[in-house]
């Protein structure tokens, strides 16, 4: 089974961005997706994670089309499968790293995992207020309440922007053995290719076309 299959995906704003692209995704397997600014690779995310309609093509998640599915399926896919890692948080603000982490928690049916708090050495932050936080530790609890919904498809768009490098690989580490662990899948999208080239496939959105280049 694919977990994610995106087909001829064609999207214009301004200008045309890209125009009749594929991409599969099967369990356990991390794709990247590195171009230049404005190319179009936060959009083609936004697509593949249900966000945004393309204007042409489709996507499958788990065999099924985004856009015939009910609303119901929809919104279920979204709660449970779909973890989003933005660079905007969307953290709740008022409230504590804990009480963020256990609304994913309640809402998915799922265990805080406490190893998980501690390899991102975010344990020592839960009763404080979100807003008290550093950008980094802020990044780091939303990575971990996208986590704690155990979610199979993982979009993340530039994971470890606020993040020293030792910070930054731990991230990257905690991704892939999630990755294995729970048989998910996970689209990257990064400027950093040193980064990217970690992942079992690197695609360049360049010229309206993904390309594979590694
Ligand atoms: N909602 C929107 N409405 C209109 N134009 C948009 C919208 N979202 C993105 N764009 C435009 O589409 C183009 C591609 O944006 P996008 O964010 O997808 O690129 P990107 O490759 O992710 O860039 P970066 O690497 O700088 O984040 C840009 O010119 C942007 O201004």
Redesign the pocket.
């Known amino acids: 089974m694919n977990l994610l299959s995106a087909k001829n995906l064609s999207h214009t704003?301004?200008?045309e961005?890209f125009s009749n692209i594929s991409l599969d995704l099967q369990e356990g397997e991390s794709v990247a997706i590195i171009?230049?600014?404005?190319?179009?690779?936060?959009?083609?995310?936004?697509i593949l994670s249900t966000l945004?309609k393309p204007d042409r093509g489709s996507v499958e998640i788990f065999d099924e089309n985004v856009s015939t599915m009910s609303k119901k399926r929809l919104w279920e896919i979204k709660r449970d499968e779909i973890g989003l890692v933005f660079q905007s948080h969307y953290l709740f603000k008022g409230f504590t790293s804990l009480e963020n982490l256990e609304v994913a928690a309640i809402l998915s049916k799922q265990e805080i995992d406490e190893s998980l708090l501690k390899r991102l050495h975010i344990d020592n932050t839960l009763e404080q207020k979100v807003t008290e936080l550093s950008g980094g530790q802020q990044q780091r609890v939303s990575i971990a309440r996208v986590l704690t919904k155990k979610p199979r498809l993982l979009f993340v768009?530039?994971p470890t922007g606020n993040l020293d490098k030792t910070t930054a690989n731990e991230v990257m580490n905690i991704f892939f053995e999630y990755l294995q662990k729970y048989n998910a899948g996970m689209v990257l999208?990064t400027?950093d290719e040193e980064l990217a080239a970690r992942c079992d496939k690197v695609y360049k959105?360049l010229n309206k076309e993904l390309e594979r280049v590694n």
């Open positions: 704003f301004d200008y961005l171009g230049v600014s404005g190319s179009g690779k936060s959009t083609l995310l936004n945004l768009d530039e999208v400027h959105l």
